[in-house]
């Protein structure tokens, strides 16, 4: 075997109107759940803040998008606190008489909602107080003289009310100079965030990316259009910003895109009793897309892989006879997981199966702890190094990532599956023949692109980057080259002799209790990283370094 280090309702409802994860105007079949939130929720609180008379970069919608919203809000039932202009300090002191009003009845529907400056830095996301923008000089200033968002999701989190919404318009442009945090950890828009479970979270634009004000206008683009959504009676929250999305494309000619992550259990509709449980038929030809899940939310954010022809196996010459002969393959158009399967998704998946994977139920997970070996205490939850709910799940054998996998397909009538060892190498080389999908060379100053033993990122040979860290492909796919292993649908082959040239399933003449491994991980060599390399191991092996992404038929 290569070197691969296996040896070695209560919904928390946070729309960010600013940056996550996409909203899925592009999938080809909705189906929803009869499941929906409670409608005895009667007490609705909402605390709005509109920042925009910064020192630098100031804004010109923030106002008005707070006495909009306040205005549409209370026409749904909420009691509105809006604030304009706040300083840190003031911020923090509203949000916790918020969090104190959310404690006072647990049925209680929470609201808070900002708009203006907001920015990431290492992955973690900073609303702007008036004030920030004089007193941040350097990356450390961030973490005292801005909010971070985790201080607004604690003080919700910990109110343990049912339903708590958050809108945030926050991915304004960048009041800061060019090339200010270069190279530290500064990235355009928001960070991605994982909802946790019975949680939504959605930006006004995608992550990382920027969202627009509108100079001459009352509102942002967002706001413009959330507000309107909001007052439309018997839609679900999921239509909602569907619909959100959809104008806000047309208006920035597809510039901004708003996005979200949900981990709701249920549907929610601010105006009246939800509507007719039904299907919606959506645009089936974007390239990104989420399928619905039957009890609420979405599945994993997917990417459409257009059918192709390509030559599979050690094409550069320099890998194992496993890697050979090189041969063609034509290849279906398939989707697959545009990141790994995420600790928050794997989570949902958990609470509501109540599924325990084969790391609990045996000797545990083999982990790293001054030697390697199996510790029975390691699981997909405590994989022996830090995570957050965007981290890669590790710690999962091949026969929990196939559950995983049928659950998705149970909740959204599609075929969710592993993707196939053809599928997987066509997709992560993006249409090009070298050792990776950028070139032939991890080479120095690639810090950017994968994180492996070598690589050159913070996280080499340590643990697991969280998802989307680094650059996608050209497929649109992150975290092909390291990371984490990712399992395949394929049994174990020694080589490609005999193997199949259409992209199926390769069962015939194999060894069926092993399965192959693709990718490399962040304990592997850049040589194990190449698209080309294969791996494999029990299909109830669990280790820290393997995880795995999903893939579906089109």
């Not at 390769?506 to 080309?532: E, F, H, I, M, Q």
Request: aromatic share 12%; glycine share 10%.
């Amino acid at each position: 075997m290569k070197k691969f280090n296996l040896i070695s309702l209560k919904i928390s409802f946070l729309l960010l109107s600013s940056c996550v994860s996409p909203i899925p105007s592009n999938l080809e079949r909705i189906v929803y759940s009869n499941k929906t939130v409670p409608t005895t929720y009667q007490q609705r609180i909402a605390l709005l803040i509109g920042n925009q008379g910064y020192e630098k970069g100031r804004l010109d919608n923030p106002h008005h998008d707070v006495d909009d919203m306040e205005t549409a809000l209370k026409a749904v039932g909420f009691h509105v606190r809006k604030l304009k202009d706040q300083s840190l300090w003031e911020m923090e002191q509203a949000i916790i008489g918020f969090g104190q009003q959310l404690e006072q009845d647990k049925n209680t529907v929470g609201l808070f909602y900002f708009s203006g400056h907001g920015m990431q830095y290492q992955g973690k996301n900073f609303l702007f107080p008036i004030g920030a923008m004089t007193s941040v000089a350097m990356p450390g200033h961030l973490r005292v003289k801005t909010l971070e968002m985790e201080y607004l999701l604690a003080t919700m989190e910990g109110a343990e009310n049912r339903l708590n919404l958050v809108f945030l318009d926050a991915c304004r442009d960048n009041p800061f100079p060019k090339g200010w945090f270069k190279g530290k950890g500064l990235k355009k828009g928001l960070a991605p965030m994982q909802a946790p479970s019975g949680s939504l979270i959605a930006y006004a634009t995608s992550a990382n990316h920027q969202a627009f004000s509108a100079k001459g206008q009352r509102n942002s683009p967002y706001t413009q259009y959330l507000k309107q959504e909001i007052l439309k009676p018997g839609i679900s929250i999921f239509d909602m910003l569907t619909n959100v999305r959809a104008a806000v494309k047309k208006e920035t000619h597809d510039e901004q895109k708003p996005d979200f992550y949900s981990g709701l259990d249920g549907q929610f509709c601010f105006k009246g009793p939800c509507g007719p449980v039904g299907q919606v038929q959506t645009n089936s030809k974007e390239k990104f897309f989420r399928d619905r899940l039957q009890n609420g939310g979405f599945g994993p954010e997917m990417v459409r892989i257009s059918a192709g022809r390509f030559r599979m196996g050690d094409i550069q010459n320099g890998g194992g006879s496993d890697e050979k002969p090189v041969h063609r393959v034509s290849v279906n158009q398939f989707a697959m997981g545009k990141y790994e399967v995420t600790v928050g998704e794997f989570r949902r998946f958990v609470k509501v199966t109540g599924y325990k994977t084969e790391a609990e139920k045996g000797e545990g997970c083999w982990v790293y702890d001054e030697s390697w070996g199996y510790k029975k205490k390691a699981n997909w939850r405590n994989p022996y190094f830090s995570q957050n709910e965007n981290h890669p799940v590790t710690c999962v054998s091949w026969n929990d990532a196939i559950i995983y996998t049928r659950w998705l397909s149970q909740q959204t009538g599609k075929q969710y599956r592993l993707p196939t060892e053809a599928e997987w190498e066509y997709a992560a080389r993006a249409e090009t023949e070298t050792k990776y999908w950028w070139g032939n060379d991890i080479g120095k100053n690639m810090a950017n692109m994968a994180n492996c033993d070598g690589c050159g990122s913070r996280w080499d040979n340590k643990k697991t980057a969280p998802v989307g860290s680094f650059s996608a492909n050209s497929s649109g796919l992150y975290d092909t080259v390291g990371n984490v292993w990712e399992w395949n649908a394929d049994s174990w082959h020694n080589n490609y002799k005999n193997a199949p040239n259409d992209g199926r399933i390769w069962k015939t003449g194999s060894d069926n209790s092993r399965r192959v491994l693709r990718g490399g991980s962040w304990s592997s060599n850049p040589v194990y990283c190449r698209a080309a390399v294969r791996d494999r191991h029990a299909s109830v092996e669990r280790n820290q370094s393997i995880g795995f992404r999903v893939a579906v038929r089109l």
